[in-house]
């Protein structure tokens, strides 16, 4: 009748450590880009209903169009150095090779830090605080739904390699 509430580490435990070497891709059920463009989109509509703003002016408008340039460049760098591992950085498509170069050597997970960067600097620059405080629970989403998903997959695609580049670089930053 009543369910029990979860704990914070139980969150991911229906997950496997491990998936299959014989999965086509990561059974990923939310699409990175369009959980992105949803809080963008649902931050506006609270902006819209409730009219909120930010101050700073054309500081604010410089900084953010910097924070998205970083994003724009760190993406560019990601994406880089997928075409030069000849694998596809689309969630969609099975990986033909572990990328571990260029940024991928600070952050297991850098392109999804590129879209934060982003779509928090293009808000800050419409001055829309609302989706910049959606890209919170976006964020939180992104990481059980995806990456941990993700992981499992390239820890069974990958075994000992991926483990190995695991300890060696961190999730985030």
């Known amino acids: 009748m009543f369910r029990r509430k979860k704990r914070r580490d139980e969150w991911h435990d229906h997950l ?24 963008l989109f649902f931050g506006w509509a609270v902006d819209a209903l409730t009219r909120w703003r930010l101050g700073g002016g054309s500081i604010r408008i410089w900084l953010a169009v910097a924070v998205m340039i970083g994003g724009l460049a760190l993406m560019m ?41 982003v779509v928090a600097g293009l808000a800050v620059a419409l001055n829309l605080p609302g989706a910049v405080i959606a890209l919170v629970p976006a964020a939180i989403v992104l990481h059980y739904k995806v990456v941990l998903i993700e992981e499992g997959f390239l820890r069974g695609m990958f075994g000992a390699e991926f483990d190995d580049y695991c300890r060696r670089t961190r999730r985030w930053l």
């Open 16 to 39: 496997p450590d491990r998936l299959p070497r014989d999965t086509l891709v990561a059974p990923i059920k939310v699409h990175p880009m369009a959980l992105f463009l949803t809080s």
């Open 77 to 117: 760098w990601a994406i880089q150095q997928y075409r030069r591992a000849a694998t596809s950085p689309d969630v969609k498509h099975k990986p033909e090779a572990l990328v571990t170069t260029g940024p991928y050597r600070f952050s297991r997970n850098p392109m999804y830090l590129a879209f934060c960067g």
